[in-house]
């Protein structure tokens, strides 16, 4: 079945520590994202790529880092400098990139729950 | 700016009843609407999309959705309520390019 995966589901970390999340999907899509979700504040957009070796920041990309080194990969590493990590992670990914104007909708992983103690 | 809205982070319907929940967007381009549910620890599932063409766009599980540019709104409807409908819900808007603009959400609760 084509899909997103992210690992794991459930994250704890301590304080002062990096940990990088799993996103990879088989879809063969273009663009993939990464969202944050806090109660009350929807989605916020973390970083994106639309190809290859490529991303641009998003609305709150201040102490998180992301690669695209493949196609199907996007991994996100929540630095120690991120000052609330705490929060659910959502990946996602669209078939267009930079060649066309899209309007596909984004398919989205099951989320990370991240927890810093 | 552009921007999307959703009217109400909590709705209550009784089982049966109509759902509505509403969702404003503010655009100086022909916007892409999308409508999301999000059930608890889990990622979202698009239930409908307006790009083109007709205004009245049906999706999944029993809802469908109306382009209104006068208004400019995207409200989300289901005659009958269920049960399994109690969910978070998005509503996002796609301006131009691929940079998402998600609303606030609505959580929608079905009242046996």
């Known amino acids: 079945d084509g899909g997103i995966t992210q690992s794991p589901k459930y994250l704890f970390r301590k304080e002062g520590q990096n940990v990088t999340l799993s996103c990879e999907q088989n879809l063969n899509h273009d663009a993939m994202y990464w969202y944050r979700q806090d109660p009350g504040q929807g989605l916020r957009l973390i970083y994106y790529?639309?190809?290859?070796?490529?991303?641009q920041k998003g609305d709150i990309a201040e102490g998180y880092s992301v690669s695209r080194e493949k196609k199907e990969s996007f991994p996100l590493t929540v630095t120690s400098a991120q000052k609330n990590p705490t929060a659910f992670y959502l990946c996602?990914?669209?078939?267009?990139?930079?060649?066309?104007?899209?309007?596909?909708?984004?398919?989205f992983g099951p989320g990370t729950r991240l927890t810093v103690l | 700016a552009q921007s999307v809205t959703q009217l109400g982070s909590h709705v209550s319907v009784s089982e049966g009843a109509l759902v509505l929940l509403r969702c404003n967007y503010s655009?100086?381009?022909?916007?892409?609407l999308f409508w999301y549910v999000q059930y608890p620890n889990q990622g979202l599932q698009l239930l409908l999309k307006?790009?083109?063409?007709?205004?009245l766009v049906k999706g999944i599980n029993g809802f469908e959705a109306e382009f209104k540019k006068s208004e400019t709104s995207f409200h989300l409807t289901k005659p009958s309520a269920h049960m399994s409908d109690a969910a978070e819900y998005f509503c996002a808007f796609l301006p131009t390019g691929n940079q998402f603009y998600f609303g606030t959400g609505t959580s929608l609760t079905v009242i046996p």
């Open positions: 655009s100086s381009v022909p916007p892409y």
């Open positions: 307006y790009t083109t063409g007709a205004t």
């Open positions: 790529s639309q190809i290859v070796n490529d991303f």
């Open positions: 996602a990914s669209s078939p267009s990139g930079t060649s066309v104007v899209s309007y596909n909708e984004q398919f």
